[in-house]
């Protein structure tokens, strides 16, 4: 089973920008979409991005949650079993533990990691 580090989280300025990482011990390439996940303090854990590969070993498609269109971007590098997301222009209300999945039939995949906590002060 692939096992996912998250990494790149922190304390940051609101306007500030972030870049973290998803480290898979595994392949990544036969999963056709990745995604980042937050958990907020008392809320449930919501897909913020998405990225699937029409070829796997290409870019691929990305789609976002509305929260975070034009502020979010999501890549992956499946050489370097590697999703990222760059996050800038950071809003308080984008504090939370990020998490990064596999999804398989519209759901996360597998065990959850760690996350990585990214806080925004105001």
């Known amino acids: 089973q692939v096992q996912l580090v998250e990494s790149g989280g922190g304390l940051v300025q609101a306007g500030g920008s972030l870049r973290l990482s998803c480290a898979a011990s595994g392949s990544i390439s036969s999963f056709n979409a990745m995604g980042w996940y937050r958990q907020a303090p008392g809320k449930q854990r919501e897909l913020v991005a998405r990225?699937?590969?029409?070829?796997?070993?290409?870019?691929?498609?990305?789609d976002y949650a509305d929260s975070v269109k034009g502020r979010f971007t999501i890549s992956r590098d499946n050489a370097k079993n590697t999703v990222y997301l760059q996050m800038n222009s950071l809003k308080p209300e984008d504090t939370a533990v990020y998490y990064c999945?596999?999804?398989?039939?519209?759901?996360?995949?597998?065990?959850w990691g760690q996350g990585t906590q990214v806080t925004v002060s105001s």
């Open positions: 990225i699937t590969s029409a070829f796997i070993t290409s870019g691929g498609s990305t």
């Open positions: 999945n596999a999804i398989v039939g519209g759901h996360p995949f597998g065990s």
